[in-house]
């Protein structure tokens, strides 16, 4: 039996930002104006959509929102309750992760009221269109139809491969544009075509709106120093927590890890992180009156450069 412990897919906001990174480089190889030039770059994903309505993308729904698993709806939706101090109504029963929610239906599931959702409110939910489909790969002997057990390179290997649907991409949010055509996205030679569609002004005015008390994290977070992980952002050595966080409904952790860029052959390794999972919903003691993109460069991480330009802690008003 052979596990999937390491595979990872959709590719991170990071990986994106390697194409354009490739693209601009091509163009500019001095790396100072190269800095420049992706100075104001910002990529926030992974999302999807289906391949004829790019624009209504789809986005992890927030862990306060219970589906069971055999509907596509909302079953039930969770709200801080202040004085009792929890997470309310009580709902059991069984119910699925990894749900996804077109972003048109945002602001009418956050204007829903905590409890069990009548059929006809509560929006459709999809789960993830992705497979993973793991492939033996046998290195035979030369000569003879069997495992060549004598090679130095060993005779067995394990590729994961992951299926889509045809009508179905992958979405990423960027603030500069990429031209469109074939790039090669990831290790092994792997390509993928790329197309740009600007964003409505539906979708701009919601991501900036003011996520005031309540919000959830559409992307994974990582938050804290190069050392350490934390739940929420922490600024400089003396530990400042810049929000005064009430309540927190979240998941496991994720690693989180990518290659630095550069020349020549090898690729330096950053130190292995955990994110915050995307989904995940904070309640604030005092409102926070500013959209994502305009919260403080000190509230994320910084190796090499700030974990804003990945989109970390995309977060969208509940």
Known sequence: MVGRSGSHFPPSAATV?????????????????????????????????QSDAPANF????PLNCLVKPDRDQVFAKLGWDTEQEDWLPYVEGKFAGGRWLKIDDWSSLA????????PDDSPRVFAAPWKFAPHLHPRLAEDQ?????????GSLF?????????????????????PDGWYR???????????CHELSTKILDLLAEPLQTSFATITPAV?????????????GQTQHHPWSVAALLTGRPSPFRYRF?????????????????????????????RSWQDWEVSWFPQEGVSFQRWGCGLALPL
């Open 17 to 49: 930002s390697g194409l354009f990174a490739a693209e601009r480089s091509a163009a500019e190889p001095d790396s100072e104006k190269l800095k420049q030039l992706l100075k104001p770059l910002q990529v926030a994903g992974p999302f999807w959509a």
């Open 58 to 61: 789809c986005v992890p729904l």
């Open 111 to 118: 204007a829903l009221p905590a409890g069990k959702l009548k």
């Open 145 to 153: 139809r069997h495992v060549d057990r004598d090679t130095e390179r």
């Open 158 to 178: 394990l590729e994961n491969a992951v299926q889509m649907p045809p009508e179905t991409c992958l979405v990423y949010l960027s603030s500069l544009d990429l």
């Open 185 to 195: 996205f990831g290790g092994e030679g792997h390509m993928v075509s790329v197309r």
């Open 223 to 235: 938050w804290g120093s190069s050392h350490y992980s934390y739940r929420e952002p922490v600024v």
């Open 261 to 289: 860029g550069g020349s020549g052959k090898t690729k330096r390794l950053a130190r292995g992180r955990y994110a915050m999972p995307a989904g995940s919903v904070y309640v604030l003691d005092t409102p926070l009156n």
